[in-house]
């Protein structure tokens, strides 16, 4: 009985084999990388990953003290193909716009090389430059920071005027957190017209009055008289009179 004879494998075909495994051995450790981030992230900072790429992710920071407090700021974060590889710097790129010495004035990258020159898959991670990413928001001193030098100079000649300028960037990052950048995973929407009214209607009653049967009564109210929910304009002129479940709870 003969034995099959094995078919040689080309030296391309092997080649093309161990670049697969290795680069899936590099997507499961960014997918690890994610996973420690549920419980690890910066308070304030949120990170989604895109919907085409398992190595572009979406986020957002909230700034909650400080210069920048109350900002809102949108970024994105590429990883290369050969990331986890020595010196395979992630990037971040700010979608809003972020004055800050750390960051480039016109891409709006976050300067990481200059924080991490020398990039330790063993040493640094995600969660790395998330917390550095968060901690630009906060430190005081600048003076290492490269990425832009007019912001620099403007924090420590004359901080009075960088305070300003700060604080435009904080109230631009707020008129545009609807603006969501095309198959941005971290959307934000407007509440509809629906939940602004019921919202209203809830200040005006005592608060010991809500309960689930007044809110549910307010809702069927307003479902019924909010005009795109029944494609109708009301006729102007006519004062809208208080829900019944509202004067109940007045009562």
């Not at 990883?79 to 990037?91: C, F, G, I, R």
Request: glycine share 4%.
């Amino acid at each position: 009985m003969e034995t099959p004879k094995k078919t040689a494998q080309s030296p391309g075909s092997k080649a093309s084999s161990e670049e697969e495994r290795a680069k899936a051995l590099r997507d499961y450790k960014v997918t690890i990388e994610y996973k420690h981030l549920k419980q690890h992230a910066p308070g304030g900072v949120y990170l989604l990953p895109s919907w085409d790429s398992i190595r572009h992710f979406h986020g957002v920071i909230f700034v909650r003290r400080g210069l920048f407090t109350n900002g809102i700021f949108k970024f994105q974060i590429h990883l290369p193909d050969s990331y986890n590889d020595v010196n395979a710097h992630p990037k971040i790129v700010f979608s809003s716009h972020v004055y800050n010495p750390h960051v480039h004035p016109t891409t709006g990258e976050l300067d990481i090389v200059t924080a991490y020159p020398h990039w330790d898959p063993q040493h640094h991670f995600l969660v790395t430059v998330l917390t550095y990413l968060k901690k630009i928001f906060y430190v005081k001193d600048a003076s290492t920071a490269v990425a832009n030098p007019e912001a620099r100079e403007l924090s420590r000649t004359n901080p009075e005027e960088y305070r300003k300028k700060v604080e435009a960037c904080v109230r631009e990052s707020q008129k545009s957190v609807f603006v969501n950048d095309p198959g941005c995973t971290t959307k934000f929407t407007e509440d509809s017209l629906k939940y602004q009214k019921l919202r209203k209607e809830l200040r005006e009653i005592d608060v010991e009055q809500v309960t689930r049967k007044v809110i549910m009564g307010m809702i069927d109210e307003i479902e019924k008289s909010t005009p795109s929910s029944r494609n109708s304009t009301p006729r102007k002129g006519t004062p809208r009179k208080p829900s019944s479940s509202a004067r109940k709870a007045k009562k």
